[in-house]
């Protein structure tokens, strides 16, 4: 895998009247190692940006016109004006992510240099690895530079995560602060409000083996519905637990976000224990997914520190399964994966990204992972069997952040 940029070049001048590319964005996917469902709720999670990712092959206008051809037919070329009035297309339409960062932008720092672009990418869509945000934050990473507006990969990543609630989906931050503040070698652990990020060296000997289910889960149609429903669900378990809190006399001041709520209790188990006595059916569940992965998130930084493999593994597993009976965004395809991998050796598996469909993430050492990657690849996902394997099932190598740099001579 691997974006050729010849192809790019070649892409760009049949396109663009026979000219050549002046500049090259490139936006990492990223893989969610733990913390799923965490970052809309200001609690910590622990991803890692992907070697792969989406590549812009680009030469600024000096007009506010935005044309992006995608290298995948699938993807109709789109053009837009930057500018504060951009609307969404709906519908799951892929122009909604590039106006998604151009609006925004627009909107705060009085962009209005467009670009003439070529797309590709490296990342299955819609499966969880966060293609969409990639796209984003190329695409914003690209107007800044080009409107010289100076914000660090931090600011530009808070900036971008607002942005992306004009495609509909009501996102927490994590995909655009690992994108673009992602480090080589290293796991991220993010946390929130502020926005901030910490660098784990990732131990020499792990791999994380990313595998495809093939069942899209596009943030268009259900996906994006379920997706909303989860976090107004975990909203309204912190909110009505608080008010009951607050009203026994169980803590001081009303907690307004769950770091407030655990600060103020004290301890996980305490505030899963009001959580069981207090709430019940779905927000209970959802509550408890969300408690309960925050410490895992804690937890298995300790074991990334310390480079305790088992324990990390299974802090996936206990995830897995969490996020499979309390947060109901597995499927039985994501289910068979993880079983799959760990029949062939893996310590740890779990889906990972929102769910519904998309990748699982397993984790193994470097004398075993062979045997996880050819124990996922031997038996493809029926939507997946005729897709070369490297397509579907890859060894994550932990990468850098986004970068704009000028097109290679
Ligand atoms: P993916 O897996 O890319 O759909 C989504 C959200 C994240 C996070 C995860 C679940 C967006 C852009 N991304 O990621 O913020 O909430 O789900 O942990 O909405």
């Known amino acids: 895998m691997g974006v050729d940029l010849a192809g790019l070049a070649e892409a760009f001048a049949a396109a663009f009247d026979g000219r050549t590319p002046t500049h090259r964005v490139h936006a990492p996917g990223r893989v ?10 200001d609690l910590p999670v622990l991803p890692m940006a992907l070697q792969r990712g989406i590549t812009l092959a680009l030469r600024p206008r000096d007009d506010e ?14 053009t837009f004006e930057v500018g504060v009035g951009l609307e969404p297309d709906g519908g799951g339409a892929w122009g909604d992510y590039p106006k998604a960062a151009a609006r925004e932008l627009a909107r705060r720092f009085a962009v209005y240099r467009g670009f003439d672009a070529v797309v590709a990418s490296d990342l299955p ?56 503040a992602g480090r080589r070698g ?10 901030r990020v910490r660098h784990l060296l990732v131990p020499e000997d792990w791999r994380f083996v990313v595998a495809d289910s093939g069942v899209r889960a596009e943030k268009s149609g259900p996906a994006q519905a379920a997706y909303n429903q989860r976090r107004a669900e975990c909203g309204e378990a912190l ?15 009303l907690p307004r976000s769950y770091p407030e709520l655990l600060r103020a209790v004290g301890s996980t188990q305490a505030v899963l224990a009001f959580g069981e006595e207090y709430l019940d059916g779905a927000l209970l569940k959802r509550f408890r997914h969300v408690v309960s992965e925050a ?10 520190m310390v480079a305790d493999i088992m324990a990390f593994g299974d802090l996936m597993n206990a995830s897995h399964g969490s996020l499979r009976t309390d947060f109901l965004v597995s499927s039985g395809p994501l289910d068979r994966l993880v079983a799959i991998a760990l029949e062939g050796g893996a310590v740890g598996a779990r889906l990972t990204g929102a769910g519904f469909g998309g990748c699982i993430v397993a984790l193994a050492d470097a ?13 493809p996902p029926p939507p997946l069997a005729d897709v070369p394997v490297d397509r579907r099932v ?4 932990p990468s850098d952040g986004a970068v704009f740099e000028a097109w290679p001579a």
Do not use: K
Not at 162 to 176: I, N
Not at 186 to 195: G, K
Not at 239 to 253: F, I, K, N, Q, T
Not at 295 to 304: F, I, M, P, Q, T
């Open 125 to 180: 869509p819609a499966a969880g690895l966060s293609s969409s945000s990639a796209l984003t934050n190329a695409v914003g990473l690209a107007l800044c530079e080009i409107g010289l507006v100076g914000l660090d990969a931090l600011e530009l990543a808070g900036v971008m995560a607002m942005a992306e609630h004009f495609t509909g989906t009501m996102g927490g931050g994590m995909d655009q602060a690992v994108t673009l």
């Open 394 to 397: 890859f060894v994550a190598e």
């Open 239 to 253: 909110e009505s637990l608080c008010l009951v809190l607050a009203r026994d006399g169980h803590v001081d001041e």
């Open 367 to 379: 004398g075993t992972v062979d045997g996880v990657v050819d124990a996922l690849g031997r038996q």
């Open 186 to 195: 290293h796991a991220a652990r993010i946390d929130f409000r502020p926005l």
């Open 32 to 41: 969610n190692l733990v913390g799923e469902h965490l970052d809309y709720n």
């Open 295 to 304: 410490a895992r998130v804690e937890e298995a930084r300790d074991a990334l």
């Open 65 to 78: 016109t935005v044309r992006l051809v995608n290298l995948d037919p699938a993807y109709p070329p789109v």
